[in-house]
Nanobody
Framework: QVQLVESGGGLVQPGGSLRLSCAAS????????MSWYRQAPEKERELVAR????????NYADSVKGRFTISRDNAKNTVYLQMNSLKPDDTAVYYC??????????WGLGTQVTVSS
C-alpha cells in the first residue's frame, strides 16, 4: 500500500524554523521525483519545491526561494523540507507528493504549519 506520511508541522513564531519530513512506503522511492505543495485557506494550492530522483536538481517557488530547502534521503525513503525565516504567509497545510514524468502521482495527507506570534 502506497503511503506518504508528513510530519514535523506545528506552531512557530515568525522568523523561526521548522523541518518537515515525509516518509514514503509502498513504492520505489528512488525512482520518483518528489515535491512539496502547500494549501492555505482561500488560496490556490502552491507548488513549493521539487527535487529530482537523485536529489541533484531542485526548484522552488519564488515565495520561498532562499528560505526553504528541499532534500531527500533515498536510503531512508524520506524527503525533507527545511523552512527558515518563516513568515505568517507560510501558514498552510503542507503536502508531499511523488511525481511521475512531471505530474503528481501519490499524495500525503498533509501537515499543518502555522506561523504566528
Amino acid at each position: 500500500q502506497v503511503q506518504l506520511v508528513e510530519s514535523g508541522g506545528g506552531l512557530v513564531q515568525p522568523g523561526g524554523s521548522l523541518r518537515l519530513s515525509c516518509a514514503a512506503s509502498g513504492f520505489t522511492f528512488s525512482t520518483y521525483a518528489m515535491s512539496w505543495y502547500r494549501q492555505a485557506p482561500e488560496k490556490e494550492r502552491e507548488l513549493v519545491a521539487r527535487i529530482s530522483r537523485a536529489g541533484g536538481n531542485t526548484n522552488y517557488a519564488d515565495s520561498v526561494k532562499g528560505r526553504f530547502t528541499i532534500s531527500r534521503d533515498n536510503a531512508k525513503n524520506t524527503v525533507y523540507l527545511q523552512m527558515n525565516s518563516l513568515k505568517p504567509d507560510d501558514t498552510a497545510v503542507y503536502y508531499c507528493n511523488a511525481r511521475d514524468w512531471g505530474r503528481p502521482k501519490y499524495w500525503g495527507l498533509g501537515t499543518q504549519v502555522t506561523v504566528s506570534s
